[in-house]
């Protein structure tokens, strides 16, 4: 079975840093072509794609975010670290982590996010 | 950055009602589109991969189409727990833009 759960601080400061971390299970990012993606969804909106991170450490960033966004990753750990720096009230959302499969020719190369973590609600406000 | 449209926004339906909900992106995708589904506090769960892949364990009621721009989710007979909202999402380039939502309502 395959779980990822997010954890991290629930109220955060303006301009303070924002550290999520993703702790999965069931699967490994040694793993070739496997990745880990983060989505965010701020009240009542839609869903917003963070980044993505694979198993070989390509990357790949939000350009609206990139210059505030940082994706790592520890094997030994099986987590995922996303880190935002500068947050603002706007950034108020509920934070995912997913699993990006390893890709499978049949489907032509296409990637998804499955399964999803439970999500985390992050509130910026001083 | 592709630009996803779903439409409508949300739509009323019936228990045994057909339902259409169409995702058009901005420049030509392939196949590589994805279906979700979210229930109110709930994460998205995947419903439909690379346009029209059913995921394991999504009941056959839905149903997935299309390729380059123009998308299709089809659910043939609406369930009470299919009252949900659902998202496109392409993966063929940075970022991998979502549609901005279609809620399916009781009618």
């Known amino acids: 079975q395959i779980t990822l759960k997010e954890s991290g601080p629930t109220l955060v400061k303006p301009t303070q840093t924002l550290t999520l971390t993703c702790t999965f299970s069931?699967?490994?990012?040694?793993?070739?072509?496997?990745?880990v993606g983060w989505i965010r969804q701020p009240p009542g909106k839609a869903l917003e794609w963070l980044g993505i991170?694979?198993?070989?450490?390509?990357?790949r960033y939000s350009p609206s975010l990139q210059r505030r966004l940082t994706i790592t990753k520890d094997i030994s750990k099986n987590q995922v670290v996303l880190t935002i720096t500068n947050m603002d009230p706007v950034d108020t959302a509920t934070y995912y982590c997913?699993?990006?499969?390893?890709?499978?020719?049949?489907?032509?190369?296409?990637?998804?996010?499955?399964?999803w973590g439970q999500g985390t609600l992050v509130t910026v406000s001083s | 950055d592709i630009q996803m449209t779903q439409s409508p926004s949300s739509l009323s339906a019936s228990v045994g009602d057909r339902v259409t909900i169409t995702c058009r992106a901005s420049q030509s995708i392939r196949n590589y589109l994805n279906w979700y589904q979210q229930k109110p506090g709930k994460a998205p769960e995947l419903l439909i991969h690379a346009a029209s892949s059913l995921q394991s364990g999504v009941p056959s009621s839905f149903r997935g189409s299309g390729s380059g721009t123009d998308f299709t989710l089809t659910i043939s007979s609406l369930q009470p727990a299919d009252f949900a909202t659902y998202y496109c999402q392409q993966t063929y380039s940075p970022p991998w833009t979502f549609g901005q939502g279609t809620k399916v309502e009781i009618k």
């Open positions: 069931g699967f490994s990012l040694n793993t070739s072509g496997v990745g």
């Open positions: 991170i694979y198993s070989n450490d390509d990357k």
């Open positions: 997913a699993r990006i499969p390893v890709a499978a020719p049949i489907y032509g190369g296409a990637r998804w996010f499955d399964p």
